[in-house]
């Protein structure tokens, strides 16, 4: 593995999974595959579980960790080439990714989205120069389309709560919110799911809410949400702004939020999310608060998710 | 010791001293006990002190270190149950403190008051909703009503510049200042003070800055100055609001200022304070930089205290 | 070594260039050297090379290293002596370096000039007030009249560029920017290449951007760009505010920008800057993208002089 970016850079999601759960049950039996190496994390943007668990991950394998949030620590950051930079910007994004590619072995990177160019954030222009000019290989933390952590941390939360032997229906829905939120997480967690054979997977969002088809795939979609949600063994619930109508708020139908009406329709269904969750908006205390929310545990498993994906970077190093 | 947020999670004051000396004298005679161990330390506020020295001391024993400013690296934290979340809180503390306890073996947690609403910092609302969702023993790195690092720092202070047999004054004093302030710091110092058999404690302040009963104990309170610090062997000199009239700056007479003045009335006494300390408003110049001030020394052992109470938790892991 | 503020406290500079390159060659051959020592990183400004290359030094040593962000963890020092603090700093240096000091082994600071008060800039006042009361050795992040780091990291890069067994010539010449900036990097520069007899050192800017004559000293200077680029062999570039009307932009020549026009004028030179640079306002792209630009090798180099400095005060310890 030479970069984790997306699915397609992991030698299979089972293997992943694997790796991640191996780490859980023993975290510290390679501990000494980091030495004197270093991993630079990056933030163009705040994180709580990402900054925390990736930290945790690295140092217990045995890896130096340096923070930088470039946005606060530091300044802020060209882009765009060929510009005169008489501007804002006081550094380009080229000495920038080239100076820590000198500095570190590895370097782990969070940028949003604007939601403003569809275009720029679709050909996740910001990570990508990165990419280009780092030279060493680059780690996404969440970027404009994906959220790979998130996603591999998901895979890895619903293979140890599974214990039947069929095949689980997983279904992604739709949740309203107060705020224009990235397409990131959801993208990232169809294109996971449809990468895995482990499960049956479907969407649901109301109309104009449609992904981006080459992360949706040949997934089901319903803008119906009890027909998504009947037999429904896991119910990943996030919030998105439209693909479509980009980055806008089309809809925010309080009754897409996921409380017990909705719970009572799937199979005693896990629910999942990748947080953070606005309480009573996206979720209902209900949910969250019951026996069926498998919220926190997902979370923890943000860690062993970044340390399989930080073991195999170093192994290929 | 399962926790750190009082006086009375301690085996005794003079226990946890004994300890902190220890470390002083041989800061890394435990190197090996925080193994594989990490402590999170999540700020509410800043910090300085408190910051560095609990990290030179975690560091000191083994332990892992990740530091988080929340209100600046993460996103407004919601501390009400109930609440329908779409204002400015980006993520419930049910949600928040469950995943750092994922991720870390032990919480230190530093939350100001917000000298608004007298209940809700009196009841430590903040710092307990994170105790109990995180499922991890918590240090307290300074909570609303208590500062016990500090409170520690200061006995193990007293101890080792007290070299007479019988016991000495320590008088804590009011001091003015610009800005309403908590009364975390002489309440926990009048807390340990009141627990330690060591010392003969009281207090003095003006009429109206009387603190909550359940800190000040049975200490004599006087508000005359003079009449407080004649025979002090060591004066706290701090400023706090009022706690009857919550939050409120009543009095501000400069006359309060620590200064040679105050100093000659007493036993030729040591003078401490927590810092910061703004000169010339709390304490003179002419105190601060004169042989009576152990601000430094005061200052430098909260590393010891921080090292006591990390071990503590730690043997009990 | 007892600091590092500027080359008057290095052993000689091509002792401290061999240093630096036997590090590179070997990052990890002291590893011991560091433990159980902590550097402590203050920052009162922001810095990206110098923050991450010095962190990665001091663990490439053994070296603890803490990081505070002093102006955003934290909060203002008062630098003045005497004042009464009822305004908007909350502590004054003489205690947060004496408690810092307490805390750390060595102290590393950054601090830029405030460009308004040539007095309290060129005596150094900020840094001399830490090194005054911290009571432990100090290192130059950056102080208000000197880059040293920088200026040991140049000296670094043109002996591991230069293959010829004559003297190179090295020009600093001022550029434009939209800003008004230090003289920290410049004066530095100057000083270091004046100190070291491996190089023909001479400085060229328009008329009254002269340098302050203890950092000039008997360098050649030409305020005719073309006249001092010829037979260049490495080209130092880099904008600064007049010293002689202080902190002032009083010529913004977009004529001085380094571009092909000038790079054809010289030695087929090496083109330098300390970073971070304003492409096409103080180089042109054209120049940081072609084959003679060694700004990323350059800021590479900042991990080899900053361990080279560590190492020689650890060694003092």
């Known amino acids: 593995m030479k970069q984790f970016l997306s699915v397609e850079d992991v030698p299979g999601v089972p293997r992943m999974v694997d790796i991640a759960l191996d780490y859980k049950a023993n975290p510290f039996k390679d501990k000494g595959l980091g030495t004197n190496k270093t991993l630079g994390m990056i933030f163009l943007n705040p994180s709580l579980r990402t900054r925390l668990s990736t930290?945790?991950?690295?140092?217990?394998?045995?890896?130096?960790?340096?923070?930088f949030n470039i946005d606060k620590e530091g300044w802020?950051?060209?882009m765009n080439d060929g510009v005169v930079m008489n501007g804002s910007t006081t550094e380009h994004v080229k000495e920038a990714a080239a100076v820590m590619g000198q500095y570190f072995d590895m370097l782990a990177i969070r940028t949003f989205p604007g939601l403003k160019d569809k275009e720029e954030d679709y050909t996740e222009k910001y990570i990508n120069q990165f990419i280009k000019y780092a030279g060493k290989p680059v780690v996404s933390l969440e970027s404009a389309t994906r959220?790979?952590?998130?996603?591999?941390?998901d895979a890895v939360t619903?293979?140890?709560?599974?214990?039947?032997?069929?095949k689980p229906k997983v279904v992604l829905t739709w949740a309203p919110h107060v705020k224009s939120l990235p397409?990131?997480?959801?993208?990232?967690?169809?294109?996971?799911?449809?990468?895995?054979?482990?499960?049956?997977?479907a969407i649901t969002h109301p109309e104009g809410y449609e992904l981006d088809p080459t992360f949706a795939g040949n997934a089901p979609v319903f803008y119906n949400q009890?027909?998504?949600?009947?037999?429904?063994?896991?119910?990943?619930?996030?919030?998105?702004?439209?693909?479509?109508?980009?980055g806008k708020i089309i809809n925010s139908d309080p009754a897409w939020m996921m409380s017990n009406q909705q719970l009572a329709i799937t199979n005693n269904a896990k629910v999942m999310h990748c947080l953070p969750v606005r309480r009573n908006v996206v979720i209902a205390d209900e949910v969250l608060d019951g026996p069926n929310s498998i919220v926190i545990q997902e979370a923890g498993n943000r860690v062993w998710a970044a340390q399989a994906v930080l073991s195999e970077l170093l192994r290929n190093q």
């Not at 930290?55 to 923070?67: D, F, H, S, Y």
């Not at 397409?183 to 997977?201: R, Y």
């Not at 119910?235 to 693909?243: G, H």
């Open 226 to 246: 009890e027909e998504a949600l009947k037999d429904a063994d896991y119910v990943y619930v996030k919030n998105w702004s439209s693909y479509k109508d980009y």
């Open 158 to 166: 619903i293979r140890e709560t599974w214990k039947e032997k069929r």
């Open 183 to 201: 397409q990131a997480v959801p993208n990232s967690f169809a294109e996971w799911m449809n990468a895995w054979d482990e499960v049956d997977f």
């Open 147 to 153: 959220h790979p952590l998130q996603s591999l941390t």
């Open 76 to 78: 802020a950051l060209e």
């Open 55 to 67: 930290q945790v991950a690295a140092r217990n394998l045995g890896m130096e960790v340096v923070v």
